[in-house]
DNA sequence: TATTGTTATACTCTATAACTATA
DNA sequence: TATAGTTATAGAGTATAACAATA
């Protein structure tokens, strides 16, 4: 029997509540820790908005719905990216009353370099863990995406 | 040859960097999601400072530091949950520059309350996975918590 | 008349600096 | 003189309401 064919067990309701608990829990912990290790510049909304902005330019309408935000705060979000050079706003093609907001190539090069940060306090955590330890967060996080993403 | 005797290849470097970054990832979309979707009353600054009173009463230069906020901040914080009826203030029974912060009974009533919601998204989701992924998860909360604390 | 975006205004959480009381 | 906590004040980010421009 190879570890493909064993199976397992479902776990009981007592034991998937407590499981949902603890891995909702580990999460949030590991969420806090990044954040705070990674002192990066860009604030959070910052960073999701250009996050939103990588793939295509959206308008501000767009964003704030994307980031479940008022449109005058999506207002002042873009116009802060502005001013740091990080975003444009363009007329739109058509319909003059919209705005096209745009990603930067300063700011994709931001990106990368906070991404780049934020990986490596987790990739010194994963790297001093047991091969067999590597393997199950390897298979976890396909999992986890997964949940996250239903 | 049974599971827990499998050895394991250590990741290379640049699977250690990319599985980092997934993980990273993962963990805060589940993060994001669970706080979306629990609506819970309880603002994220508040809760946090109620759970470290769970354990024991402490004095608000205590919750500052581990919270790493200002003092002014968390006085602000504390007096918003003395408001609430969430926490006390007492004198501390020798220093009397001190403050003593403690639980109320109502407080430990909303934390129980507001820790079911957010486990129930959770859980949901665990409940609808395969027994082997769950069996996955299961190993890997305790990993992360393990990495979490380091 | 409806839609898109902005401005006006206010509320919350955060911080630093100044102040009070106590050690 | 140092420490614990609070108050004073200001800077972000958020929201709702009102407004201008365009469809």
Redo the contacts with the bound molecule.
């Keep these: 029997m190879s570890e493909n064919t064993r199976s397992y067990a479902a776990l009981r309701p007592s034991a998937v509540s407590s499981l949902a608990g603890e891995l909702r829990l580990a999460c949030m912990r590991i969420s806090r820790r990044v954040r705070y290790e990674s002192t990066d510049s860009i604030?959070?909304?910052?960073f999701s908005v250009m996050c939103r902005l990588e793939e295509s330019p959206r308008?501000?309408?767009?964003l704030?719905e994307i980031?479940?935000?008022?449109?005058?705060?999506?207002?002042?979000?873009?116009?802060?990216l502005v001013e740091r050079g990080w975003v444009e706003?363009a007329p739109?093609p058509?319909?003059?009353?919209?705005?096209?907001v745009t990603l930067t190539d300063d700011a994709r090069k931001a990106l990368k370099d906070t991404r780049r940060k934020r990986d490596a306090w987790m990739a010194v955590r994963v790297s001093n863990l047991d091969p067999e330890e590597q393997a199950i967060l390897l298979r976890a996080s396909e999992i986890l995406t997964k949940v996250a993403n239903e």
Excluded: L, N, Y
């Design positions: 604030a959070p909304h910052q308008s501000p309408g767009e704030a980031e479940r935000v008022s449109a005058p705060s999506m207002t002042r979000t873009v116009g802060g706003r739109h058509t319909d003059k009353r919209q705005v096209v």
